[in-house]
């Protein structure tokens, strides 16, 4: 049985996941579920891991280059919902701030303009804050906020609500709400919203096609992303192997265990066998009747664009 060499460094937040999760039985394998992105950037190396991903050539075309098509194709229809006075910017999950630029480059001269990029990645931010501030953005916001997973949206925004920053657009683009349940997701995004403020939502959809669903997620790149995960609590790469598979309506990516492996850490042993799968992420895709019928429940209006392909989703959602 292959064990963690005494000399190896485990994250106690990966290990304790493990331990509190356990496993379940899929007929006679062993599935370990510890698919929470909030895992995927607690270290400098795994952000940046991340930012190559995206841009690599294929993931930035079947998933990037949608969503900024997307935004481009739509500016005209979200800027007329935009009123013309002081905006707050909201970035939830910014990563290195190139979609909010897209946003922030059109509105700078249209009035006042203050950013606040969000994620659980200090390196993330400011990636972000380096970016927009080169825009000559009236303001971006680096308080301790800004550090932070989606759990406290209702204390930034009162926060940021001040002066004459009124009104909110958030970004929760990227494919990021694919990575949550949906219903928490945006009943906490909209709780911390007032009436007149604006969402804009980036996702894939479910295009009934597992085959092209799936092609994204065939990628070296987000294989080394998610293998960092396992890294930490000492797995090698010659104990797993990656795959990825459409089921239940989302996407499922995992490693299975290619010999016995075990991991003793805080006085506590775990024990994986040969055939164990570690589920290390998920993505959730939505056809457009159901996305647009889970946001209906939460706002008053929602604008849906879509691909031509059904592939991706932009939703404009007012509260």
């Not at 970035?91 to 303009?113: E, R, Y």
């Not at 799936?214 to 790149?221: E, I």
């Amino acid at each position: 049985m292959g064990k963690v060499p005494p000399e190896q460094k485990i994250n106690d937040l990966i290990f304790k996941e493990l331990l509190k999760r356990g496993y379940s039985l899929d007929g006679k394998t062993r599935v370990w579920n510890i698919a929470d992105s909030k895992l995927w950037y607690l270290t400098p190396e795994q952000a940046q891991a991340f930012l190559d991903l995206e841009g690599s050539k294929e993931y930035h075309k079947d998933v990037i280059q949608k969503e900024i098509d997307l935004i481009n194709d739509s500016m005209t229809k979200i800027l007329e919902k935009i009123k013309n006075e002081p905006l707050n910017v909201i970035d939830l999950g910014c990563g290195d701030g190139k979609k909010a630029a897209l946003f922030i480059g059109k509105l700078k001269n249209t009035g006042l303009v203050r950013y606040c990029p969000i994620d659980i990645s200090s390196y993330m931010v400011e990636k972000a804050v380096d970016k927009i501030n080169k825009l000559g953005v009236g303001e971006v916001v680096e308080f301790q906020w800004n550090i932070s997973d989606f759990e406290n949206m209702g204390n930034i925004t009162s926060l940021l609500r001040h002066g004459k920053f009124k009104n909110n657009l958030i970004l929760l683009l990227g494919n990021t709400l694919g990575n949550f349940e949906i219903h928490e997701l945006l009943y906490g995004i909209r709780s911390s919203m007032k009436d007149g403020d604006l969402l804009l939502i980036g996702n894939g959809l479910n295009s009934e096609d597992p085959k092209m669903i799936l092609k994204a997620y065939d990628n070296k790149l987000l294989d080394n992303l998610l293998f960092k995960t396992l890294d930490q609590i000492g797995f090698k790469k010659e104990n797993i192997k990656y795959g990825a598979r459409f089921v239940n309506s989302r996407v499922e990516m995992y490693y299975t265990i290619m010999n016995d492996f075990e991991i003793s850490f805080l006085g506590k042993k775990i024990q994986f066998q040969r055939g164990d799968q570690i589920i290390v992420a998920l993505s959730y895709k939505y056809n457009q009747y159901d996305f647009r019928s889970f946001l209906n429940m939460y706002f008053s209006e929602v604008d849906l664009f879509a691909t031509k392909d059904s592939a991706y989703a932009l939703a404009l959602c007012k509260k």
